[in-house]
Nanobody, 116 residues
Framework: QVQLVESGGGLVQPGGSLGLSCTSS????????MGWYRQAPGKQREPVAT???????DYADSVKGRFVISRDATKNTVYLQMNSLKPEDSAIYYC??????????WGQGTQVTVSS
């Protein structure tokens, strides 16, 4: 059973930066893709940034140019560096992966709050 553990959420002022990490209990080499979703109160969960095994990155239009997704396969970890944060980026951020059998796995979520 794949387990994803996120860390790095918190409170940051508008314009600030925050980094998230997600470590898998299994090797990420076997995953088709990993990434990050977020869900704000009263809204649906939405993709933020994804990264395929082949290295293809995709970003939501709202975060392009501000967020960067990366990975360290030796540590079974995917990262999300968030810069120039805005209040509308406030949400619970979930780590996601699509494992070898094309099913989805989710982390428990980490809260990101952008507020002055």
């Amino acid at each position: 059973q794949v387990q994803l553990v996120e860390s790095g959420g918190g409170l940051v002022q508008p314009g600030g930066s925050l980094g998230l990490s997600c470590t898998s209990s299994e090797t990420i080499y076997s995953f088709h893709a990993m990434g990050w979703y977020r869900q704000a109160p009263g809204k649906q969960r939405e993709p933020v940034a994804t990264l395929t095994t082949g290295g293809i990155k995709d970003y939501a239009d709202s975060v392009k140019g501000r967020f960067v997704i990366s990975r360290d396969a030796t540590k079974n970890t995917v990262y999300l560096q968030m810069n120039s944060l805005k209040p509308e980026d406030s949400a619970i951020y979930y780590c996601w992966c699509k494992i070898w059998d094309y099913t989805n796995r989710w982390g428990q979520g980490t809260q990101v709050t952008v507020s002055s």
